[in-house]
């Protein structure tokens, strides 16, 4: 069983940042790929970013060039640096280990206004 906590959301201005973290537990971490989604309201979660245990990313293009997504296998950790905020970055993020049929937090709302 693998845990997988969120942290790191809140309100932010337009032109804003945020570092989302998630920290997962309960499993070998490495061995994951780990991704973060996130669904607005009325919205179908979407993924926004992914990064492989051998560490390769892609992100979706709507984040593209604004967001990055890493990670620490020492620490057990995935990070989304998201620069750039627009008021469509308002969403709950959701961090995944394994897929969609692996493991999912809780999620963390991000919310972008002035």
């Known amino acids: 069983q693998v845990q997988v906590v969120e942290s790191g959301g809140g309100l932010v201005q337009p032109g804003g940042s945020l570092t989302l973290s998630c920290a997962a537990s309960g499993s070998i971490f490495s061995i994951y790929a780990m991704a973060w989604y996130r669904q607005a309201p009325g919205k179908e979660c979407d993924v926004v970013a992914s990064?492989?245990?051998?560490?390769?990313?892609k992100l979706a293009d709507s984040v593209k060039g604004r967001f990055t997504i890493s990670r620490d296998n020492a620490k057990n950790t995935v990070y989304l640096q998201m620069n750039s905020l627009k008021p469509e970055d308002t969403a709950i993020y959701y961090c995944?280990?394994?897929?969609?049929?692996?493991?999912w937090g809780q999620g963390t709302q991000v919310t972008v206004s002035s």
């Open positions: 990064i492989t245990n051998g560490g390769r990313t």
């Open positions: 995944n280990a394994g897929g969609e049929k692996g493991f």
